[in-house]
Structure formats: structure tokens, C-alpha cells
């Protein structure tokens, strides 16, 4: 009889700090294929590589222009990846997403219709290939369906009022 084994390898990665890569507090992380992107209170999103801890790059910037991205109540911004990708996905002041790339490019802007009543800030979202798949967690009317799919090249939303889960009898 033959076993698996299972490893798991740590590796721990002191971040470099200098005026330009602090992070401050409460700290959120994403771990990509060769960088860590952080946000923290009060500053932008920051990337630094996955090896070495090296400082990269800021992304983009909080502010209230077109490119701008908001901060949240405790002055954090919210911000999803696109792992596929590599476009990471970044709460505006609006009901709207910035999207930048690993080289810290502004890529495009999503604006969410008004006629769609989902807060992205007070959302759970995935996404992958262009295609934002969330649970709108305070939705608590019958107006609209707590889950939707945003597609990102057409700038559709679809809302699934009826979703029928696969299940396997016992």
C-alpha cells in the first residue's frame, strides 16, 4: 500500500521598507504568482516580488479622478485579482471598478448602471477571465437577486434569481 504525503511549504519573505514601501496598519495581502500585492490604511496598493520582498511598484492611486480609486471607512481599499489574468480590480468612488495591470497601467474603468442595485463594497466577488461573479451579502430585497455576474468586456450584468445548485442523492 503506497501513501501520499502532503507538503506544504512556508517560506517567509521580509517585505523591504523604505519612505516609498511602508505599509501601515491592517495590512491585507494577495499572493500572486511572482509578487505579493498588500493594502493597508491610508495608502495605495503596493507590490513588492514574491522572492525577494523588493519593493516594485505602487498601483495606481486613491483620488477622485477617472483613474482614482476610494478607500473604505477605515481608510483601506478593496481590491480583488483576477489570477488568470493578472488585472486586479479596484473599488472606485462610485458604484465602479478601476482596472490596472501588474505594471501598475491603468487599464479601463467598470461603471455598474444606477438601475442595478448592487454595492460593490458590501460584496463577496470572484473573479477570473473578465467575469465577476458576487454575492451582494446585504441584499435583503426581492427586487433583485443576491448573486450576479458583471462581464467585464461587455459590461453586462446578469443577475441569477433562480439558481439551482447540482446535488447528489446519498
Given at each position: 500500500?503506497?501513501q501520499?504525503q502532503?507538503?506544504?511549504?512556508?517560506?517567509?519573505?521580509?517585505?523591504?521598507?523604505?519612505?516609498?514601501?511602508?505599509?501601515?496598519?491592517?495590512p491585507?495581502m494577495?499572493?500572486?504568482?511572482?509578487?505579493?500585492?498588500?493594502?493597508?490604511?491610508?495608502?495605495?496598493?503596493?507590490?513588492?516580488?514574491?522572492?525577494?520582498g523588493?519593493?516594485?511598484?505602487?498601483?495606481?492611486?486613491?483620488g477622485?479622478?477617472?483613474?482614482?480609486?476610494?478607500?473604505?471607512?477605515?481608510?483601506?481599499v478593496n481590491?480583488?485579482?483576477?489570477?488568470?489574468?493578472?488585472?486586479?480590480y479596484?473599488?472606485?468612488?462610485?458604484?465602479?471598478?478601476?482596472?490596472?495591470?501588474l505594471?501598475?497601467?491603468y487599464?479601463?474603468?467598470?461603471?455598474i448602471?444606477?438601475?442595478?442595485?448592487?454595492?460593490?463594497?458590501?460584496?463577496?466577488?470572484?473573479?477570473?477571465?473578465?467575469?465577476?461573479?458576487?454575492?451582494?451579502?446585504?441584499?435583503?430585497?426581492?427586487?433583485t437577486?443576491?448573486?450576479?455576474?458583471?462581464?467585464e468586456?461587455?459590461?453586462?450584468?446578469?443577475?441569477?434569481?433562480?439558481?439551482?445548485?447540482?446535488?447528489?442523492?446519498?
Amino acid at each position: 500500500r503506497r501513501q501520499r504525503q502532503m507538503c506544504i511549504r512556508d517560506r517567509y519573505v521580509a517585505l523591504e521598507t523604505n519612505d516609498s514601501s511602508l505599509v501601515g496598519e491592517m495590512p491585507d495581502m494577495r499572493v500572486l504568482e511572482h509578487a505579493i500585492l498588500v493594502s493597508s490604511v491610508n495608502q495605495c496598493l503596493k507590490l513588492f516580488d514574491r522572492s525577494t520582498g523588493k519593493f516594485i511598484r505602487d498601483i495606481g492611486h486613491v483620488g477622485t479622478d477617472p483613474q482614482g480609486y476610494a478607500k473604505d471607512a477605515w481608510g483601506k481599499v478593496n481590491y480583488w485579482v483576477d489570477y488568470d489574468q493578472n488585472i486586479i480590480y479596484v473599488l472606485g468612488w462610485g458604484n465602479d471598478l478601476i482596472l490596472y495591470d501588474l505594471a501598475g497601467n491603468y487599464k479601463d474603468r467598470i461603471c455598474i448602471d444606477d438601475n442595478v442595485r448592487y454595492n460593490l463594497q458590501q460584496s463577496y466577488l470572484y473573479v477570473t477571465y473578465g467575469k465577476l461573479w458576487g454575492h451582494n451579502k446585504l441584499d435583503i430585497s426581492n427586487r433583485t437577486s443576491p448573486l450576479f455576474c458583471i462581464d467585464e468586456n461587455s459590461n453586462h450584468t446578469v443577475s441569477y434569481t433562480h439558481l439551482t445548485l447540482p446535488t447528489k442523492r446519498i
